[in-house]
């Protein structure tokens, strides 16, 4: 069956598993989302990445509203077979609805509070306003 590669992931009681978008070319984590099994069998199928939003309760295709898309490289699967990394291209350099290159935008001071270390590249309310903003 040509879906085998599904059945080896280890999906959790609600059927999801966490998935890491990387930007291949530079190694940065941009984002950690999760996937059903359709959203990632519809990803390896389409060569862009589909999420299931667990706040939406549906399949979200990444950049459906921004045009921020991100396509893949690389789909690896972790030694536990329970965590997927995904190795992407992100379209517009945003792949964080903050407008920030990517969602880990806070750095742990030695004061122990959280300071924002990286900057807002576009305004949100640019960004989804203009589902087409790339």
Same mark, same amino acid.
């Given at each position: 069956m040509a879906e085998?590669?599904?059945d080896q992931v280890n999906w959790d009681k609600d059927g999801l598993v966490p998935?890491?978008?990387q930007e291949a070319?530079?190694?940065?984590?941009l984002m950690v989302a999760w996937m059903n099994r359709e959203a990632l069998a519809q990803t390896a199928k389409r060569g862009e990445v589909v999420y299931w939003s =667990?706040? =939406?309760?549906r399949l979200w295709n990444k950049g459906e509203e921004s045009g921020h898309v991100q396509t893949v490289s690389e789909?690896?699967?972790?030694?536990?077979? %329970?965590?997927?990394?995904?190795?992407?291209?992100? !379209?517009?350099g945003i792949a964080c609805h903050t407008g =920030?290159?990517?969602?880990?935008?806070?750095?742990?001071d030695a004061g122990n509070q959280w300071q924002t270390v990286e #900057?807002?590249?576009? %305004? #949100?309310?640019?960004i989804y306003a203009n #589902? !087409?903003?790339?």
């Open positions: 085998d590669w599904l998935a890491i978008a070319a530079t190694g940065d984590v =667990r706040s =939406r309760g789909i690896r699967l972790d030694c536990d077979d %329970d965590v997927v990394l995904l190795k992407v291209e992100q !379209k517009g =920030r290159h990517a969602c880990f935008y806070r750095k742990l #900057p807002v590249l576009k %305004d #949100p309310a640019s #589902p !087409k903003t790339s």
